[in-house]
């Protein structure tokens, strides 16, 4: 076994130059400050916040069972993980586990667990608790396949407890996204009595983290009170605060409604406004004329991608075609039209704060005569109404839509009616939608997922790993479909970091070049923070560390 701290381990893992200066480029992406804290932090006060909705496809706040965003921000400040992870370099650094080190053939990791953390029932952190929390989750995801946790999980096979704080975990099979997996909320380490109750217990609130707050009440489609551990002193490496939170409380409302939720914020009845979509330039004039700061991050994992159906008979089966409609979408124009006049322009499948993100920007050049002359060339040819037929058959493209149509949608629809491509919008419910995706009756598709490593591409592309099967069977012709698994594999079979760097850069040309991937925005998550808020920090997901911020009386 190669002895690694985890200064090691950065060696291996480290981003390129080239990402490290996108995810600074991320932070700033809005040319707006974050919080800064304007003196010395002051102590009590409950911070408001208002979220978009719950999820209640999936009522949970299981870290292991959940992958909703706004529960997986609740969760970064309730139950804590081996690991975090730097969201400026991407670096894994110290948290629950001090140093830690990876054998040469990457199945097994040794952390090393610090000595002075306790779960909020008063029971210690140690080896075994980490076994127990690792081993649940497992045989819970044996039971459940299709939740998100498991991908997390991939290869593992048992944890063994060498001492008390050094905890052994044996992988069956190489899975080098293991070690940033335990940075993430989806592996926190809950107490061994949060795993004696059920999985709908859990999902119900029964969940005892090491976190600086307790969750006090969980109020499915209403709201989370959080209350602060004053016995809390071990925050991430990435932490400001060295010791207990200096809110005493956190107050969460899901307000689906956003004139409601903007109301609210304006009229100063919140202190974090916290929606899903990003603001538009008429949101952060209103939020500026009461000095509210605007706070962004592009959200790691993949940008807002459209993915064909390239099915046999299918209209994007047609290399021609799905190169004329890369070139037919006007990134910048969505950027600005739909957003702001700052809002950063999406560079490829992934956006800018993955590790080992490479640009495709110049291969995503919108190219109008590019379009016209290969549509031409394969036979599809504009009429006098404006739309392009071929053996008398419109060219269609069908998208099916969960929720009522954004302006987004209409304004990729209008770019691809001046191409003469006509983008049905089909909206459908819940039962429908899913019953249209699985029988491949669309044309293009769109979803997404977080997680600040570019493995969480597989769980959406590859027929091997997916929770939407029929996205991935139908997103590429044969060839395509080996060079991307076989992109997959090397990504995950090594943890050195040139090598996961190279076999990534080859994923991201191949979805561009073979155009099976099309960009639209980069996922830009925004929120807006009264004055008073202060140290507000983003973490590497996406997220903030509650224990950081404070009210300031004076602002």
């Known amino acids: 076994m190669t002895s690694s701290s985890y200064t090691v381990t950065r060696r291996r893992l480290l981003l390129s130059a080239s990402t490290l200066v996108a995810l600074s ?5 809005m040319n707006l400050p974050e919080a800064k804290a304007a003196g010395a932090p002051t102590q009590g006060g409950t911070l408001r916040i208002a979220f978009l909705r719950d999820n209640t496809t999936l009522v949970s706040i299981d870290p292991f069972q959940v992958y909703w965003l706004e529960h997986r921000v609740v969760l970064r400040n309730v139950a804590e993980s081996l690991t975090d992870q730097n969201p400026q370099t991407g670096e894994i650094i110290p948290w629950l586990a001090t140093s ?3 054998s040469e053939d990457g199945l097994t990791y040794t952390f090393n667990l610090r000595k002075d953390v306790t779960f909020s029932n008063g029971t210690p952190l140690n080896a075994e608790a980490v076994r127990i929390a690792f081993d649940s989750n497992k045989a819970f995801a044996a039971s459940v396949p299709a939740t998100f946790g498991r991908t997390y999980l991939a290869g593992y096979d048992h944890s063994e407890v060498v001492d008390d704080h050094t905890i052994r975990v044996r992988l069956s099979k190489q899975n080098a996204g293991f070690l940033q997996a335990t940075s993430t909320t989806n592996l926190a380490i809950l107490a061994p009595e949060s795993y004696k109750r059920t999985p709908e217990e859990r999902s119900r609130g029964a969940i005892i983290g090491t976190g600086p707050f307790v969750l006090k009440e969980y109020r499915p489609e209403v709201g989370i009170k959080l209350a602060r551990r004053d016995d809390y002193a071990w925050p991430s490496k990435a932490a400001h605060n060295p010791g207990k939170a200096y809110l005493d409380a956190v107050e969460i409302q899901y307000i689906p409604e956003e004139s409601v939720r903007s109301g609210q914020f304006l009229q100063g009845e919140l202190e974090l406004l916290w929606p899903r979509d990003p603001f538009s330039d008429v949101d952060i004039k209103q939020f500026e004329s009461i000095n509210a700061q605007i706070l962004s991050r592009s959200l790691p994992g993949p940008a807002l991608n459209l993915y064909p159906n390239v099915g046999e008979g299918r209209i994007l089966s047609d290399p021609s075609v799905r190169a004329a409609l890369q070139k037919a979408i006007d990134r910048k124009t969505f950027a600005q039209g739909v957003y702001s006049a700052e809002f950063p322009v999406v560079q490829g499948p992934y956006d800018v704060t993955t590790p080992y993100f490479k640009s495709q920007a110049a291969k995503l050049a919108y190219d109008p005569d590019g379009a016209a002359q290969l549509l031409d060339k394969a036979g599809w040819l504009r009429r006098d109404d404006g739309w392009r037929y071929k ?25 691809l009616r001046q191409a003469g491509i006509e983008l049905k919008l089909e909206v459908l419910v819940a039962g429908e939608f899913l019953t249209f995706v699985s029988a491949a009756r669309y044309d293009l598709h769109s979803t997404y997922m977080t997680r600040a490593d570019p493995v969480v591409l597989q769980t959406i592309l590859d027929p091997r790993y997916t929770n939407n099967s029929a996205l991935s069977v139908n997103a590429y012709p044969p060839e395509t479909l080996k060079k991307v698994e076989a992109f997959f594999d090397a990504g995950l079979q090594t943890t050195s970091s040139a090598e996961r760097a190279k076999a990534y850069a080859g994923l991201q040309d191949v979805l561009i070049d073979d155009n099976v991937a099309f960009p639209i925005y980069e996922r830009l998550w925004q929120a807006a923070a009264s004055p008073r808020v202060r140290d507000f920090q983003w973490t590497s997901e996406g997220f903030a560390l509650f224990n950081d911020i404070w009210l300031d009386a004076t602002a």
């Open 100 to 102: 830690w080190q990876i």
């Open 25 to 29: 480029a991320a932070n700033l992406s």
């Open 391 to 415: 053996d008398g058959k419109r060219l269609t493209l069908v998208r099916p839509l969960q929720t009522a149509e954004t302006a987004g949608d209409v304004l990729i629809q209008d770019q």
